[in-house]
């Protein structure tokens, strides 16, 4: 999705990672939205968080992101 997140926050199963995961699992794609799900702790700017978070949202690339968090979230429980 060429989606680069990874580089503003430290971890993509964290309280930020997360959360910005989930909304783009449930259909918020706005990068701006998305960045203002970011903890308070991440020492990226909303606005660096935003500018990593304009990709090419693929609907191949949904169905799979979609099935890793199904699978994280098993393997949590």
Sequence with gaps: ?????????????????LAIIRAILTGEKNPEKLAKLRDWRVKASEEEVARSLAGNWREDMLLELRQSVDAYDFIQK
């Design 1 to 17: 999705m060429n989606v680069q997140l990874s580089n503003t926050i430290s971890g993509l199963s964290g309280t930020t990672g």
